[in-house]
């Protein structure tokens, strides 16, 4: 059938079931949007304040559901407004189809109204990025698009068409999409072997979860591989939910603000066996001396990962489901009575802490996730607050936690909290943010009231940017340059100025009537939570350092 190219891209999306689009049109992408009109009974728009409020929103759509997110905006800055959040997904294989439109194509190259090189601008922050300037080419164009973003290890897709390919026919045929096959191609025997080998030879195995076992939906295998080996089990922040975290075996998060469990016990360990994590400097510390007395064995699809970062023992090469699929079927029940009881008395003598006299972070996501049941979606900002939120609430399964972590994108989680409401509407969904973070995207909250989404954006207000306050008290003798926010911004009354209901809580006795009332909030509501300027993330290691090293307020 002939249709116009921007025809070609509405049934392009539903070719990939593709049921919500976040957005924000302009003149370029007009055809688009005038035949996305055409067809708003079948695919959703959200119209949110900023693109890159659509970029983020359309990521946290993708972490909540596993499918692919899709957000739209036209040329020159609209589409450079997306860049953060095309980044964010990167960083943490987000599988993302951002769609910009770009001026005619004789007008490319002349700097022209609105003009900007786009996909040149994205090539370092996706997987691929493309312009279509023929019309002829935009259906195959898409369709590959889509393909490469949840394909292998996910990531964003670009793909940028000339105003006059949106307006031009061509012929346009139907076709299924491509099934994404698991990639097994590299996944080797004698890999197989080895590390099976060095298991069974293992006295003080450690297993380290990364995002890639939740991406690859292999949460169950690796559990199945904790209980056969008996081996404690800890997390990265991409990994939380990866293996449940109110487990025996589960000791918390690793790196410069895990447990000292989890730092000491990967140091003690003797194998440290990870899967789908790639050794971020987070984790690491100083990554001369990480896991120094044990054997490595990473699992990854990826195999620029390996021996990138960290040096490793032996590898397994390929989808991390498929892999410990293999490893299972090939291990026997093992114990290690001596090392569970020691790993075991490393969480008794080192259990995570918080004053417990004053309001604080740690004890208000406590209660929440008391009130929860640990069920809600919970996506944050960055900072003390995303710290706080992967230390004190409990993830059990899965795409519950979503957060920026190798960005470290401040402002994603209100987009991110939006998407994923989007995707997962029956699921509670709590923004968790800082009043630093908050400030940087408020203007999502009128999209969540304007497009009648419920959600509840939990703000840890401590006038202050905190993470980068905690620092300057510890590292730079107490010179806070810049990082002071009294300025009386008042968050309640900027709710209701959106149409949305706010709440504060200054005391204690505040935090569990005012969560169960924002919980039950059938509108978006913020709860601005007044906490003290000098609150701290612990335990910390600091930069460069060994994770053994991590010290807790009272070793000061």
Known sequence: ?????????????????????????????????????????????????????????????????????????????????????????????????????????????KDSFQEVDIAGIVMPVTKHSYIVKNVDELADTLRKAFTIAKSDRPGPVLVDITKDATGAIAEYTPKKPVEIARAVEYIREADIDRAVEMIQEAKRPFIFAGGGVTISGAQEELKQLAYTIQAPVCDSLMGKGAFPGTDELYTGMLGMHGTKSSNLGVTDSDLLIVAGSRFSDRVTGNAQNFARNAKILQLDIDPAEINKNVLVDASIVGDVRESLRKLNERLQPQEHPEWIRHVKALKEKYPLRYDSSQLTGPYIIEKLYELTGGDAIITTDV???????????????????????????????????????????????????GDGCFRMNMNELATAVRCDIPLVELVLNNHVLGMVRQWQTLFYKQRYSHTILQDGVDFVKVAEAMGADGIRITSKEEVVPALEKALKNPRPIVVDCQIDSDQKVFPMVPAGANIEDAFEEEDL
């Open 1 to 109: 059938m002939q249709l116009t190219g921007s025809e070609i891209v509405i049934e392009c999306l539903k070719e990939q079931e593709v049921d919500t689009v976040f957005g924000y049109p302009g003149g370029a992408i007009l055809n688009i949007y005038d035949a996305l009109y055409q067809h708003k009974d079948e695919i959703r728009h959200v119209l949110t304040s900023h693109e890159q409020g659509a970029s983020h929103a359309a990521d946290g759509y993708a972490r909540a559901t596993g499918k692919v997110g899709v957000c739209m905006a036209t040329s020159g800055p609209g589409a450079t407004n997306l860049v953060t959040g095309i980044a964010t997904a990167y960083m943490d294989s987000v599988p993302l189809v951002a769609i910009t439109a770009n001026v005619g194509k004789a007008l490319l190259g």
């Open 383 to 433: 900072g003390q607050h995303q710290m706080w939120a992967a230390q004190f609430y409990k993830y059990e399964r899965p795409r519950m936690f979503l957060s920026s972590g190798g960005l470290g994108t401040m402002g994603y989680g209100l987009g991110a909290a939006i998407g994923a409401k989007m995707g997962m509407p029956d699921k509670t969904v709590v923004n968790i943010a």
